[in-house]
T-cell receptor, first 113, second 114 residues
Framework: SQQGEEDPQALSIQEGENATMNCSYK?????LQWYRQNSGRGLVHLIL?????REKHSGRLRVTLDTSKKSSSLLITASRAADTASYFCATDILTGGGNKLTFGTGTQLKVEL | DGGITQSPKYLFRKEGQNVTLSCEQN?????MYWYRQDPGQGLRLIYY???????QKGDIAEGYSVSREKKESFPLTVTSAQKNPTAFYLC?????????????FGPGTRLTVT
């Protein structure tokens, strides 16, 4: 089953507004990562937050992590039409076979002009 | 250019045929991964390999096979035993240094089986 569940499934906003996406997961993690996918393309890594961190910033991105609630959020500020894409959280878990990423179901973001 | 290439971009096959998807990387990464993505869904791990000549089953390995004879290459064979092979297949790689957490993805292969 999917480790991460994301909310909302889809989000439509106007350019300049902020977009917030949430991710919940089930087991202990080493870190949590957010990826972006443009339609029909591969994924691109956006930001990583370690299990001992609570908040991290990168440009217009802000990620929070609450390990007690097993949840994370991604905030994109001052959104642009070019931010239109699907966004996935992925939890990094160490297994006997090495590190594995387990992806959430994704949030489809549409930023309208 | 450094990166991951997958070929072909689109692949069509008849039911009952095996098909092999190519994944090549020149990032000198030890670890490579294969994922499957269905419409509106997240990625599910099929197989992964941490080092040459070794690989592990992921969450949905049934009906798939892989090989890792070279560091640069990790081909995926979709066999006739895979009940629903039509999907978008993504390959990824990752370095093995302690600070290497990010996975780098190829552009994907969209497989349609009729």
């Amino acid at each position: 089953s999917q480790q991460g569940e994301e909310d909302p499934q889809a989000l439509s906003i106007q350019e300049g507004e902020n977009a917030t996406m949430n991710c919940s997961y089930k087991t202990s993690i080493n870190n949590l990562q957010w990826y972006r996918q443009n339609s029909g393309r591969g994924l691109v890594h956006l930001i990583l937050i370690r299990s001992n961190e609570r908040e991290k910033h990168s440009g217009r991105l802000r990620v929070t992590l609450d390990t007690s609630k097993k949840s994370s959020s991604l905030l994109i500020t001052a959104s642009r039409a070019a931010d239109t894409a699907s966004y996935f959280c992925a939890t990094d878990i160490l297994t006997g076979g090495g590190n594995k990423l387990t992806f959430g179901t994704g949030t489809q973001l549409k930023v309208e002009l | 250019d450094g990166g991951i290439t997958q070929s072909p971009k689109y692949l069509f096959r008849k039911e009952g045929q095996n098909v092999t998807l190519s994944c090549e990387q020149n990032l000198n990464h030890d670890a490579m991964y294969w994922y499957r993505q269905d419409p509106g869904q997240g990625l599910r791990l099929i197989y992964y390999s941490q080092i040459v000549n070794d690989f592990q089953k992921g969450d949905i390995a049934e009906g798939y096979s892989v090989s890792r004879e070279k560091k640069e290459s990790f081909p995926l064979t979709v066999t006739s035993a895979q009940k629903n092979p039509t999907a978008f297949y993504l390959c990824a790689s990752k370095g093995q240094a302690p600070a290497d957490y990010e996975q780098y993805f190829g552009p994907g292969t969209r497989l349609t089986v009729t």
